[in-house]
């Protein structure tokens, strides 16, 4: 793989490659959304897409036809509708078809129900496919806390029935059906609870048990999810997760991944309690021969360190000796959606928030299990490259710096676009490592090409460790020009850009360059243009490496202007500054 160049989900064209992470994104989205459009186009105008030239006609390499091929109110053509998942078409066709009294079969009714709690009302759209992420989340609260704050539990009661409405096509057609099956009642059950009815869910499976009916293995799986919506405190949603449990064994329903993931989600939601019986579960799926998916170590790492009091670290290890073994294929939904390795990396770097691992060991590890066969397509664009930033952060403060270049050069931009905090953990390793001598080319090739030429923090930052001591004139000399550069960036216009404002701070950086190579007269304009601009007052460490560039220099008028400057200011150092250059310089009676 070429380090220099950018995923290969980009147009290898430079005006349509990417400079930082924002532009990949936004670039990626539109990608995405060009597909999206298509589909639409392809979707809406169907007529303008029906002739195929293939020679010979292979059907399965054809686009799929989206338009209706059987003609008025049949059951036949009801099934037709509802396998090209037109919605509203279906909905009107089984009303024509009860009004004329037309006798629509279970199977046929049990479909449209299936294809109506899926979408809701809604046409079918890529959007409406993917699953809602819950937006319940345990409180970060001590394992003592018992009970979810109220205003939260009703928040999310309320933004789950905004999504499911009241006697909608698929209750009304529900409570018209002549018969129902079991079939029937799973349905509506896991579509309220994937709507977030799920008080309305809970109510059906009571009707399902009175009617004797058994519910199958995918509607305890919902129900056990909707658990946190169904009950406030963390003990109550535990003893109903057993209820619904127990109701599986009297059953005879036999559980599989997705009800233990299901269990394990429910207890993130529980606190301690769930931080007590998380292991259990574990061993529970170990006993049944299931094996976990990301889903699952998610969950675990997510119920034992979500408290700041906890220790995640023999979890971490034992999912990580787990984890190493295996390459993992999807098996449920929320593999893609919620296993973010990136923040469990995350709990290397805070010491704070994670009893303060920084386990650089543990960070290769990791690395290594993620680039693990396929495993690292769990991770979307957004997450790999916050991975891949969390990762390069750690190296910045556990590695030595060489280690720290080299696996920059080779993961930028390759596989990641730095942050503005990526540059400033490089500085700071590079002043760390006493390689200053590197900060130069982190401006030219970092921090302009990716944008950064403009944050303030990372200018501060740049300046201040090129300004702090003096080095061979060599290094002096790249510093004074990248200060240059610097200058040109706060001055420049543009159309569509104001210049950059100076800070005093940052001007005297830029001043305690020029003047230790000798640019006495750039020195000058900063200090007599730039800070008066901004009303600011030199430091004296910048007057005194002024006057010595001026006597270097043998320049006695500006070290003049510069006694007459801190004496206009009525600066304590003025005296000490017109001793230092009556001393250094043979001056004439005008200029004395």
Known sequence: QDPTAAHYMFQDDPFLIPRNAANARLYSLSKEAGKNAAKYIIKQFPQYFDKTFAEP????LMPETHTPQIEGVSEEALKERIHLRRVKD????????VQAGTPVSLETTNSLLDMLCFYGDGESTPEKQEEQKEDLEEPGVNASE????KTQFQRGLQSSGSRWRENNNAERIFKIMPERNAHSYCTMIR??????????????????LNERHKADVHTFNALITAVPYLKE????????AKVFLNHMVQQEVQPNLLTFNALLKTLRKCGGVGRSLALSVVKEMEALDIEPSLATYDHLLFIFYRGVDQSPTDIILEVLDDVEKRSF??????????FNISDNLHCLSLAEKCCDLKDIKLAYRLNKAMEKGDNWKFLDMDR????WSKFFSLLCMMEQIDVVLKWYKEMSPSVFYPTPKNILDLLQALDAANHLEVAPSVWEADMKQLGFGRRHDLLEELLSLMSRERHPEEIQLAFAKCAEDIKAFHEQTGREQAPLDWTGSALGHVALLFSRVGKTQDAWYVMMERFQQINRIPTDQVMDEFLTCAIQTNCPDEAIKLVKLAASLGLPSSQRLKSRTEKEFELSEKQK
């Not at 309220?192 to 109510?203: E, L, Q, R, W």
């Not at 790999?384 to 991975?387: D, E, G, K, V």
Request: net charge negative; aromatic share 12%; proline share 7%.
């Open 233 to 240: 405190r963390f003990a109550e949603r535990w003893e109903l």
């Open 146 to 149: 018992q009970k979810t704050p």
């Open 191 to 208: 579509g309220m609870v994937k709507h977030g009815a799920s008080a309305k869910a809970y109510d059906m499976y009571t009707d399902l």
């Open 384 to 387: 790999l490259n916050a991975y």
């Open 329 to 338: 294929t999807p098996q449920d939904p929320d593999d893609g959606m919620y």
């Open 57 to 60: 006609n292979i059907p399965c």
């Open 90 to 97: 279906s909905v009107d066709l089984f009303d024509q078809l």
